[in-house]
């Protein structure tokens, strides 16, 4: 997506070799617009699955999750990461380590927004080590669902996260692809 290329040429802060903040355009602020054109874009790649959920994790998956949910028409289900007092007994749980906190975090979805007829999309902001994806791939399976796909916004080629669900054999479709993180700015993989 070559109009997200040049906002994160433009917005994003390289805050290591490793962590790129997207704070302007993904993970503080939003821009609506930006967003559902995101939504468009893996909502057309995914048309012919017939997904009937997207799910992401909070807080920053949520808004494309949004985006992508309202253009298939579908419901978008949001895991939450940690246990409230208001949280419902019945559902899956699973531990994952956080990239951005360095703590481990528990990823919780209620059993009743997800059946074995389901035909399921996961997306995402940004994968690392794939962890959050994981986390939620495992999810999907203990419900018994069909996970369709995995979308993510921008995929960091130099982590392995992507690349190990691929070898899964996950469909994982990202919308920009980073090589690079450092000196030179941000390099791009396409
Ligand atoms: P993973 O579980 O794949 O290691 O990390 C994915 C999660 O960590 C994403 O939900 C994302 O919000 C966060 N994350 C991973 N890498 C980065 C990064 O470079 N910048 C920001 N802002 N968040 C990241």
Same mark, same amino acid.
């Given at each position: 997506?070559?109009?997200?290329?040049?906002?994160?040429?433009?917005?994003?802060? !390289?805050?290591?070799?490793? =962590?790129?903040?997207?704070?302007? #355009?993904?993970?503080?602020?939003?821009?609506?617009?930006?967003? +559902?054109? +995101?939504?468009?874009?893996?909502?057309?790649?995914?048309?012919?699955?017939?997904?009937?959920?997207?799910?992401?994790?909070?807080?920053?998956?949520?808004? =494309?999750?949004?985006?992508?949910? @309202?253009?298939?028409? =579908?419901?978008? #289900?949001?895991?939450?990461?940690?246990?409230?007092?208001?949280?419902?007994?019945?559902?899956?749980?699973?531990?994952?380590?956080?990239?951005?906190?360095?703590?481990?975090?528990?990823?919780? @979805?209620?059993?009743?927004?997800?059946?074995?007829?389901?035909?399921? @999309?996961?997306?995402?902001? !940004? #994968?690392?080590?794939?962890?959050?994806?994981?986390?939620?791939?495992? #999810?999907?399976?203990?419900?018994?669902?069909?996970?369709?796909?995995?979308?993510?916004?921008?995929?960091?080629?130099?982590?392995?996260?992507?690349?190990?669900?691929?070898?899964?054999? !996950?469909?994982?479709?990202?919308?920009?692809? !980073?090589?690079? @993180?450092?000196?030179?700015?941000?390099?791009?993989?396409?």
């Amino acid at each position: 997506m070559e109009e997200l290329k040049q906002r994160i040429k433009l917005e994003g802060v !390289i805050a290591s070799q490793q =962590v790129l903040k997207l704070d302007a #355009i993904l993970n503080h602020q939003v821009d609506p617009a930006l967003t +559902m054109e +995101m939504g468009r874009a893996f909502a057309s790649r995914f048309a012919a699955e017939g997904v009937t959920k997207v799910v992401t994790v909070e807080s920053s998956g949520i808004p =494309v999750a949004f985006a992508v949910a @309202l253009e298939l028409g =579908v419901p978008m #289900i949001f895991a939450r990461r940690k246990k409230t007092l208001l949280a419902d007994p019945d559902s899956y749980v699973e531990r994952v380590p956080s990239f951005t906190k360095g703590i481990v975090t528990d990823l919780m @979805l209620p059993k009743r927004f997800i059946k074995k007829e389901d035909r399921v @999309l996961l997306i995402d902001d !940004i #994968i690392a080590n794939g962890d959050a994806a994981r986390g939620l791939v495992k #999810i999907i399976h203990s419900a018994e669902a069909t996970l369709v796909g995995v979308g993510i916004v921008v995929e960091k080629c130099f982590q392995s996260g992507a690349q190990s669900l691929r070898d899964q054999g !996950i469909r994982l479709e990202s919308l920009v692809r !980073i090589q690079s @993180l450092g000196e030179e700015g941000v390099v791009f993989a396409d």
